[in-house]
């Protein structure tokens, strides 16, 4: 089954304690991207990938780091989280240019 | 200025009811793209519908079809027939391109819309 692989689905943790979460796509999709969704404010893009070894900041890329290193997985990595962080994660990838983002299931991070 | 605009954060129709979801953007690529998503409690993301800005007729899947009017850039979705199934947060989005040959999918606040019986 084509599918994006996010996890973990649910985490919390505590201010300035590392953390990944992980994104795998099987569809062999070039573009992968990252997006944290907060209420009233929409899904806004951290950072996003037009293939291996290429990524680029959206428009909240601060304190979020990411890697390409295989075309499948796009983890995402912070660094020291802090309370702000906390919101709803979505990894999603596509194919073509106008293809539709197909999405993960969501990872709701909760930073104490 | 914000690239896409929801104006309405919450809706409710009347079941076997139509209704439109509106959007507006901004860009200045001539080449962009605008998708709509459907987000039911259950939070995933399910793509909905398309629409090229070079499409020459307005996008339809089924009971959704988009109202495109590039000239006042609106994609407003329209759902005809509503059903309690649709009840549900919906997001418009732009994808456009990007310096550098990327591109990049800037989504809007989203709305949520309520079918009652």
């Known amino acids: 089954e084509a599918q994006v692989t996010q996890n973990p689905r649910y985490l919390i943790t505590v201010t300035g304690k590392k953390l990944t979460v992980t994104c795998s796509q099987n569809m062999n999709h070039e573009y992968m991207s990252w997006y944290r969704q907060d209420p009233g404010l929409g899904l806004r893009q951290i950072y996003y990938?037009?293939?291996?070894?290429?990524?680029d900041k959206g428009d909240v890329p601060e304190g979020y780091k990411v890697s390409r290193k295989e075309k499948r997985n796009f983890p995402l990595i912070l660094e020291s989280p802090s309370p702000n962080q906390t919101s709803l994660y979505f990894c999603?990838?596509?194919?073509?240019?106008?293809?539709?983002?197909?999405f993960g299931n969501g990872t709701r991070l909760t930073v104490t | 200025a914000q690239k896409i605009t929801q104006t309405q954060p919450g809706m409710f129709v009347q079941e076997k009811e139509a209704v439109t979801l509106d959007c507006t953007y901004d860009?200045?690529?001539?080449?962009?793209?605008l998708f709509w998503y459907k987000q039911p409690s259950s939070g995933e993301m399910i793509f909905l519908i398309y629409q090229g800005s070079y499409d020459q007729q307005n996008a339809t899947e089924g009971r959704y079809s988009l109202n495109f009017q590039k000239a006042r850039k609106s994609a407003n979705l329209v759902i005809s027939a509503s059903q309690l199934g649709d009840s549900a947060m919906y997001f418009c989005?732009?994808?456009?391109?990007?310096?550098?040959?990327?591109?990049?999918?800037?989504f809007g606040t989203g709305t949520q819309l309520k079918v009652e019986l």
């Open positions: 989005a732009m994808r456009e391109s990007v310096t550098g040959g990327g591109n990049k999918l800037t």
């Open positions: 990938s037009m293939n291996v070894e290429v990524t």
């Open positions: 860009t200045s690529d001539p080449s962009y793209g």
């Open positions: 999603a990838s596509k194919g073509s240019y106008n293809s539709p983002l197909h």
